[in-house]
């Protein structure tokens, strides 16, 4: 009897031992810990699975605090993350629409822009207030006139604009929903937006729409879906002209998702969305009307579904595969050098897992969601072998300071190495960005920085050390 017992020990713990995990608990990481998550499985689902879309962060610099907003299939939710052990749900707002499998948002100052698609009925565009939380959130417009159903939008602060990608609106005459690529929208009035133009894809691209873009200053960057991807001047927000264009067959050519820009503005990363996925893309785009891919189309486990460059580094929502980071130092061939998997349950089809990443709020925190596995709040570790947020963090005297036009600041470093000056707004918004080579040794180092009026917070973040100040523009 005794032998009996010992052999039915041996083969339970063997297939513990040998069993797939299938809970949160089980999950795979690389150079990247988990901080806090959250979920509630009693939300309503779509497909018996999908609770959660996108997520996106946002500083409020008079209060010092960090937020998280995300969206299910039928509400909005805002949660405080300055404490990023602790996610602290502030406020919830069912939006206009219910079985919505994409809610979209962007903030602006202390504003967010929220927009719907594929939903059970059309919806409107809202605009809330977030400068009371985190007591309160207080929607001041909700309207369906600009956009009842909305696939993604994005705002371009320099410019006052919010671009509205695949929007769809209603005709005033006939009452019919409407498809459109694009609307352009000003935000000079950020509680009442007003429509001021509309892109058109020129023939023989006729009939093309923008999946999602990316848009600095007058250019716009458009994913155009099965058509691939469409650079666009929008200057004259009445009259888009088109620059230039990536047109299938291109390697590893799908449905052009989503993109995002480097700092010198002289690259593009993009994601071609598939359930089972294709590599990512890197295309140099010094010479506008002859974009070059640089190197091979690149990922790891997983199909890429929206990539943000950021420094040297690109966060991916790699659906299945979870949250990745890559390092992009060598352009021609990029290096996984983080993950996170939020989706550790078995993968057969379809999409499924890590839908949203975030990695812009300056705590360094990244804020991610899986649409079944809910919101976590993660950041890379000390192991990571360049890590942007260095753990030592000084103070740079910066001079001259108020400035007009440039500044001069000096900083010493061990080896040569790309170093990321970064520029922050009051709300904590990403104002500008650029990689500066270092030598060894000390950096006597001249910028321009093309800024309005204001106070701003600078970092220059080497592998060391990161270095901070405050600059005021007059």
């Known amino acids: 009897m005794h032998n009996m017992k010992t052999i039915k020990l041996f083969w339970i713990l063997l297939l513990l031992v040998f069993a797939k995990p299938q809970t949160l ?47 299910t299939t039928d509400s909005i939710y805002f949660f405080d993350v300055t404490n990023p052990y602790e996610i602290k749900l502030c406020a919830k707002f069912f939006g206009t629409n219910t079985g919505c499998v994409n809610r979209d948002y962007y903030p602006y100052h202390h504003y967010l822009y929220a927009t719907s698609d594929q939903c059970t009925t059309p919806g409107n565009l809202q ?10 959130v207080v929607k001041v417009y909700e309207s369906d006139s600009i956009g009842a159903l909305t696939h993604t939008i994005f705002i371009e602060e320099k410019s006052q604009r919010m671009y509205m990608n695949l929007n ?7 009452g ?16 009442v937006p007003v429509k001021i133009g509309a892109l058109e894809y020129p023939a023989p691209y006729t009939g093309t729409r923008v999946h999602e873009s990316y848009v600095r200053n007058d250019t716009a960057y458009c994913s155009s879906e099965n058509a691939g991807l469409f650079i666009f001047d929008v200057r004259d927000a009445s009259n888009p002209v ?58 790891e486990v997983g199909s890429p579904h929206n990539a943000y460059w950021k420094g040297r580094y690109a966060y991916a929502s790699m659906y299945y ?15 996984i050098t983080a993950y996170y998997d939020t989706y550790p349950q078995a993968y057969s089809n379809g999409y499924r897992g890590c839908w949203g990443v975030w990695p812009f709020l300056p705590s360094g925190i990244i804020l991610a969601s899986d649409m079944t596995n809910g919101l976590f709040v993660l950041r890379t570790t000390e ?15 910066v001079y001259p300071n108020p400035f007009n036009h440039d500044v001069n600041f000096i900083v010493s470093v061990n080896k040569p190495q790309t170093s990321n000056l970064a520029v922050y707004n009051l709300q904590g918004k990403l104002v500008a960005e650029k990689e500066i080579n270092l030598n060894a040794g000390a950096n006597k180092i001249n910028t321009v920085l093309d800024l309005p009026p204001g106070l701003f917070l600078l970092k220059l973040t080497t592998d ?11």
């Open 176 to 191: 019919q929903i409407e498809v459109f690529p694009m609307d352009i929208v000003s935000l000079v009035n950020p509680e």
């Open 127 to 136: 605009v809330f207030n977030m400068q009371y939380l985190p007591d309160s």
């Open 168 to 174: 769809k609106r209603k005709n005033p005459q006939t």
């Open 464 to 474: 060391e050390h990161m270095y901070k100040a405050q600059l005021l523009k007059q």
């Open 383 to 397: 192991r990571l072998a360049v890590n942007q947020y260095a753990t030592t963090v000084l103070n740079m005297n």
């Open 25 to 71: 608990m089980a999950q795979e990481s690389l150079h990247m810990e988990l901080l806090s998550h959250y979920n509630d499985t009693n939300l309503t689902k779509l497909g018996e699975s999908q609770i959660w879309n996108d997520v996106m962060g946002w500083k409020d610099t008079v209060k010092n605090r960090e937020y998280m907003i995300a969206g």
């Open 242 to 299: 088109l620059l230039s264009a990536i047109t299938p067959p291109y390697p590893a050519n799908a449905y052009n998702h989503s993109g995002w820009l480097d700092s010198s503005g002289k690259y593009i990363l993009f994601c071609d969305e598939t359930p089972e996925g294709v590599g990512m893309k890197i295309y140099n785009l010094t010479e506008l009307n002859n974009p070059r891919i640089v190197g091979n189309p690149f990922k």
């Open 321 to 335: 595969g979870g949250v990745q980071v890559y390092d992009l130092q060598d352009k021609t061939n990029p290096k």
